[in-house]
């Protein structure tokens, strides 16, 4: 464990201890990453392939068994604290953070799992609603700490499985698996090429040779996010209902381009629908186009197929918005870029570009000059690197005695 790790606990444990007060019964300390996603939007919903990565940012959970019935949760992220009562778990905390750790609870409990009190302290480096999962990090952060406190035995599949519930279920996203699958099965270096339907994965090394992959924020308030998102769900579903009766597919995901070319008319009286599929096959076909060029180094195609994928999330599955759109177009003027486009969910949150790396701050200067000039917001840049999925952070004596 680094120093930096070290100190890290320290501070967080100094505030659990301020907040909870101390306590006979111990500390547990865990850690889920945020996650990237390099190519595969809005295909994991419908069974289809994605390519991302966990990040090496995350969240820090510090947690404790209190036996008393009360669960308290705080972050240091945000002022609120919250106090629940054995009752009050398996109901929503109003419009709250606080419902991503309460659907995870849920699952434990729909689970037979008797839960008997917690105390938790979070603590996270992912920019919020960014479309870099921190909400993913928190789910499965907790579900993992849960499994681990009470020993349960769930695999990291079932926790994931349970953290994508939790958010379909208790929040009200109907999101598929892919961030909550990268956040517990990260390894650094690499980048996981997932089928959502068979959740068949490889571990690809990231062979990116002196190339960053830069997320730049757009900062821009993200509106009709979840509604929206869940519109698109059910465009699918309408494709899947047309197609199904003819071609015999069983999820939108196993849809091919040339499939989609020969029975567009079944699409006439829905053209949104239309689009959404042809999104959907397309992104499919550049995922599995995108896996072997990142194996081979070919950053010149993976690129291409980057720049491709963003203009299909603009105008097929129309999740673009002006100002990632800005972001994209200001990150491919710059001469040495290889790809970029939005990553993530969309209608906001961030862009991912491929940049060789000594340019990276030259990027960083004329990209965030050019979009403040447009839209007046300022962009945040982070040039990141793949780590590791969720994992316990021991608490050693030296972290204990230091607080
Ligand atoms: C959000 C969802 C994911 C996925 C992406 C888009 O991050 O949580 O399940 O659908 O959007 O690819």
Same mark, same amino acid.
């Given at each position: ?20 007060? $101390? ?11 945020? &996650?990237? %996603? ?25 947690? +404790?068994?209190?036996? %008393? ?6 972050? #240091? ?5 919250? =106090?629940?009562? =054995?009752?009050?778990?398996?109901? #929503? ?34 920019? @919020? ?15 993992? /700490? ?18 994508? /519930?939790?958010? @379909? ?9 892919? !961030? ?7 390894? =650094? /270096? ?26 730049? %924020? ?11 998102? @869940?519109?698109?769900?059910?465009? *699918?579903? &309408? ?38 599929? +042809?999104?959907? *096959?397309?992104?499919? /076909? +550049?995922? $599995? ?25 603009? !105008? ?24 970029? &486009? ?45 780590? !590791? ?10 972290? &204990?005695? @230091?607080?």
């Amino acid at each position: 464990m680094t120093l930096a790790t070290n100190s890290t606990l320290s501070r967080l444990l100094e505030r659990f201890n301020q907040k909870f007060g $101390r306590s006979e019964s111990p500390e547990f300390a865990f850690f889920a990453p945020g &996650r990237v %996603n390099l190519i595969g939007d809005h295909t994991d919903f419908t069974g289809g392939l994605v390519f991302p990565c966990a990040i090496t940012q995350g969240t820090w959970l510090i947690i +404790r068994r209190t036996g %008393n019935h009360q669960y308290r949760f705080a972050s #240091t992220n945000f002022d609120l604290m919250a =106090q629940l009562e =054995q009752h009050e778990i398996n109901q #929503t905390y109003g419009d709250n953070w606080i419902n991503y750790p309460l659907g995870v609870l849920d699952q434990f409990t729909q689970r037979d799992v008797i839960l008997d009190g917690f105390d938790c302290l979070y603590s996270g480096n992912v920019p @919020n609603g960014a479309g870099l999962s921190s909400s993913a990090s928190v789910e499965v952060v907790t579900a993992f /700490a849960i499994n681990s406190l009470m020993k349960t035995g769930f695999s990291l599949i079932d926790l994931v499985k349970m953290s994508q /519930a939790a958010e @379909n279920e208790f929040v009200g996203m109907q999101c598929g698996i892919m !961030d909550q699958f990268a956040v517990a099965m990260g390894k =650094q /270096a690499h980048a996981i090429q997932l089928d959502c339907d068979t959740l068949e994965y490889r571990q690809i090394p990231m062979n990116l040779d002196g190339i960053s992959i830069v997320v730049t %924020n757009t900062n821009q308030r993200r509106e009709l996010n979840e509604s929206a998102y @869940n519109d698109r769900v059910e465009e *699918c579903a &309408r494709a899947l209902a047309l197609l199904e009766p003819v071609l015999g597919i069983r999820r939108l995901g196993q849809l091919l381009p040339e499939q989609l070319a020969t029975h567009e008319l079944l699409f006439a009286n829905d053209p949104v629908a239309l689009m959404r599929a +042809r999104h959907v *096959c397309t992104e499919n /076909a +550049r995922v $599995r186009a995108a896996v072997p060029a990142l194996e081979s180094s070919d950053v010149t195609h993976f690129g291409e197929l980057m720049n491709q994928s963003h203009d299909s999330l603009r !105008d097929q599955f129309e999740v673009s918005s002006e100002p990632l759109n800005h972001l994209v177009r200001l990150a491919r003027s710059q001469p040495s870029v290889l790809g970029s &486009r939005l990553t993530g969910a969309g209608f906001g949150g961030c862009t991912v570009s491929l940049v060789p790396s000594p340019d990276v701050a030259a990027f960083e200067l004329a990209v965030g000059a050019g979009y403040t000039e447009a839209t007046g917001l300022t962009a945040n840049f982070y040039t990141m690197s793949a780590g !590791d999925g969720v994992r316990q952070i021991p608490l050693n004596t030296s972290v &204990r005695d @230091n607080h």
